[in-house]
Structures are given as C-alpha cells and as structure tokens.
C-alpha cells in the first residue's frame, strides 16, 4: 500500500537509516492514513483537532499563521519529504496551531505520535529509530522556529532580506541561487508589506548590492549585503 511512494519517505528524516524493506515493514505496523488533497485545499484549520503528524509524499503545500489583526504569515513552505506538525505531536494541547494549505495537489500521510512512542506489538526493529530520528526532527523545528523569531527581531527591511539573501547564499555557495517564494511569499515570511520589500529591494538594485529577476536573485556587492545586517 505503501510502496507507490517509498521513494520520497526513504528521504524522509523520520525514517533515517531504514532500508526500503525495512520502511515498508515499520509502516505496514504503524499504519499512516493517506489523504489526497487539490490545490488550494486546506489540510488543517488553525485550532481544530491534531491528527497526526504529517508526511508528504506528493506535492507542496504552505503552512501559515495568522496575527491578531488577521494578516497572514507564511511560517514555512515544504514539499515531498517534508513533514509537519512534530512540534505539537507531543504537546497536551491537541489543537493544530497552524493552517497547512496545498500549494498543488498534494498526498501526505498522517501518522498519531502515539504509533511513535506506543509499544510496538511486533516489535519491529525499525521502531526505535522512529523514536531517535523524532528527538532530530523536534530539534531541528525548534532551530527553525528561533530562526524565524531572529526575523522578527529584525527592524529594517533591508536587514530582512540581506539576512534571507546571505543564508540562501550560505545554503548554496554561489552568489546566483533561485528561492522557493514567490513575492507576496517571501513578503509574508519576513512580516512585511509587498510594496515595501519591493522598494527596498529595488533600492538595493540601484545601488549595485543585488540583482534579481522574479525568483533568481544575484548577490552582486557581497560585502555590502552583509553591512546591511
């Protein structure tokens, strides 16, 4: 049942150092569900009930956050191999905190924490590296979560996006990368205004720090991109 999509959950971090025989036992014990969704389709409402871990398998999908006047914050962007909602899987609160929307169609299986850290009736030997490889995942989240808190501790626009731009550019090492966002997106991700992250970015342009085309960026004065932090 599984096995149309053992190429993608064999990169999946949950599921390090299983082979894909082993994968397919661990999974035929735990039993994700599998639901398929259209694009633009919500998978989870802010505070309704958690279901499950996510997995992706399929597709892409947006996981959002709303702010108390209602503006919407793009918290992440992921795809096939990506998963979400580790960091509530454990948590007495049993509300999803986030909103999960289909970027396109999309699969992705749910999996309850409890087939994580519940005995396994079969003792499977892939069941303890579920419990391991969870300590990375929670860990790895909580990094990217301080991450996205540096952003918001972040006053300039422009100090923004020189940081976005040099971690793409450290991710990458080269000064010409394309990003994932689009504008409104990446907008959303640094909790800014489209017309302002457009004018400052502009700005940068006419000043010889970058150049850029719709999603290629080229980091053109390196060193005055980082004095801009």
């Not at 976005?164 to 450290?170: A, G, K, S, T, V």
Request: charged share 25%.
């Amino acid at each position: 049942m599984y096995s149309k999509w053992i190429n993608a959950l064999t990169k999946v971090i949950l599921f390090k150092e299983l082979d894909k025989d082993e994968l397919i036992k661990t999974l035929m014990c735990i039993r994700p569900s599998i639901a398929s969704y259209k694009k633009k389709e919500y998978l989870t409402n802010c505070g309704e009930e958690f279901t499950g871990i996510g997995i992706i398998v399929e597709g892409k999908v947006i996981v959002t956050k709303e702010n108390a006047a209602g503006d919407r914050m793009i918290m992440a962007k992921l795809e096939e191999s990506d998963i979400f909602g580790e960091m509530i899987a454990f948590a007495n609160h049993n509300r999803w905190p986030a909103t999960v929307i289909a970027e396109t169609d999309c699969t992705v299986l749910f999996l309850s924490a409890d087939k994580i850290i519940g005995n396994c009736p079969t003792m499977c030997p892939g069941h303890k590296f579920l419990i391991q490889n969870m300590l990375t995942v929670v860990s790895q989240k909580a990094l990217g979560l301080n991450r996205k808190m540096e952003y918001l501790t972040i006053k300039s626009i422009r100090g923004k996006i020189s940081t976005y731009l040099l971690e793409q550019y450290n991710r990458r090492k080269e000064q010409t990368f394309m990003i994932s966002l689009k504008r409104n997106e990446l907008a959303e991700f640094l909790n800014v205004s489209r017309p302002s992250l457009s004018r400052e970015m502009i700005k940068m342009k006419e000043e010889g720090i970058i150049d850029f085309y719709r999603s290629s960026f080229k980091i053109i004065d390196l060193e005055a991109l980082k004095a801009s932090i």
